[in-house]
């Protein structure tokens, strides 16, 4: 990927990428309490000497227990702020970072402890050329991204409300000579098949029975027959269960039953299935939904059986031509300045931060700005430290774009 000149000094991408191995070094994998106090307490100290006013928060982790959060707000934080947000837990514990020419092989070095050392390189590079940061920053940094994501929906659905702009510092991806920006991420909504046949004996009584199992490995085959690639909307069938009513709600004390040749002999009248459908688009998955629910009736028709479809959670998409796209074309531009390629990744799949704001539809989103790497969730992760190079700048690039005014 080509660079025509030095885009950070050396001594600022040295002492980033050392704080950045520091971070890794510590353990903060999700649920450690202690861990992630001290991480919390580290960019704390980080951004606190960079004129941000920050504070760790106890937030109840919905377990009765207690995860720091990371409050850090510029000097004019009112109520519309740039936003930031990022998390402090990694999947893994830790173990001792390594470099090895332009890669930092170290736990969390790529989701996501590289995005907050790169917010922190790209406020020492705004220092170093003179420029303002935006007055009304704020960082959210939560502790429960790779879990539950209690504390992180709450916290995001909480301090974006009325942001003018809500920027993520999860990873990108890298495309070859290329790397990404996110714009656009899938929602979802879980649903759940309950279907009720009639039993009979299958060999004195087989044309009397009506089998559930039959109707919903049907309806499933045609369920996920729904699927659209590219943009379209689909539907994952994740998990069933039939058998007769006995087996299929006792299944705890009766899955020994599997394997053996124990009530073979009976008509399945139970069926459980449960699944989710993934959309990019609100009107894909009111679509998405009422085709099943078709489905649903239709099915139940054929085989004389009792079909009932319900839908658990629902998590919004966001919208890759929503508020953000203007964002990102200017961020698409800042890269292209410096002499290098930005993809935008218009439906990424999975769930994160953009996902937990109440109505995406009504907040600027950017995601994917942090550097890009390989091996997240694995001891194989490891961060690009050229691409950390190019990030901390065009961070800051953006940054003063946007800065507001003194």
Not at 14 to 35: M, N, R, Y
Not at 91 to 107: I, M, N, Q, S
Not at 116 to 145: F, Y
Not at 213 to 220: F, I
Request: proline content about 6%.
């Amino acid at each position: 990927m080509p660079q025509t000149h030095e885009v950070v000094p050396r001594e600022i991408l040295a002492k980033t990428t050392q704080l950045l191995v520091e971070l890794c070094a510590i353990s903060s994998a999700s649920g450690d309490s202690e861990g992630l106090r001290a991480m919390a307490a580290r960019v704390a100290a980080e951004l606190s000497a960079r004129g941000l006013s920050a504070e760790i928060l106890p937030e109840d982790d919905g377990d009765g227990g207690s995860m720091p959060l990371l409050v850090a707000r510029g000097p004019r934080v009112g109520e519309h702020p740039l936003v930031l947000v990022g998390h402090l837990d990694t999947v893994l514990d830790a173990v001792a970072p390594r470099l090895e020419g332009d890669r930092l092989w170290a736990t969390g070095a790529l989701d996501m402890k590289g995005g907050l050392a790169m917010l922190i390189g790209a406020l020492d590079l705004l220092v170093h050329r003179g420029q303002q940061s935006p007055g009304d920053l704020m960082l959210v940094a939560v502790p429960d991204e790779e879990v539950s994501g209690f504390i992180s929906e709450r916290a995001v659905r909480r301090w974006s409300e009325g942001a003018r702009v809500l920027l993520v510092i999860e990873p990108g991806e890298a495309r070859g000579d290329a790397e990404t920006l996110v714009a656009g991420r899938r929602g979802l909504t879980e649903w759940k098949l309950d279907v009720t046949g009639r039993a009979s004996h299958s060999g004195l009584a087989y044309w009397y029975g009506r089998s559930a199992l039959a109707a919903v490995a049907d309806w499933a085959a045609q369920a996920q027959a729904m699927s659209e690639s590219g943009p379209g909307a689909t539907v994952n069938v994740a998990r069933m269960v039939a058998g007769d009513s006995d087996f299929v709600n006792g299944l705890a004390m009766h899955h020994a039953l599997l394997g053996t040749s124990r009530r073979r002999n009976v008509v399945s009248d139970r069926a459980l299935a449960e699944g989710e459908a993934r959309y990019l688009t609100p009107p894909d998955g009111v679509r998405i939904m009422a085709q099943l629910a078709r489905l649903t009736e239709r099915i139940a028709e054929e085989h004389e059986v009792t079909m009932a479809l319900s839908h658990g959670i629902s998590v919004p998409p966001v919208d890759p031509k929503g508020p953000g796209a203007p964002i990102a074309a200017r961020v698409t531009r800042l890269a292209a300045e410096r002499g290098w390629t930005l993809e935008v990744e218009e439906d990424r799949g999975g769930i994160s931060f953009p996902n937990y704001i109440a109505d995406p539809s009504k907040v600027p989103i950017v995601d994917g700005l942090a550097p890009v790497g390989d091996g997240m969730h694995t001891r194989e992760e490891y961060l690009d430290l050229r691409s950390l190079e190019r990030r901390i700048a065009l961070l800051a690039d953006l940054l003063a774009e946007l800065a507001d005014p003194a």
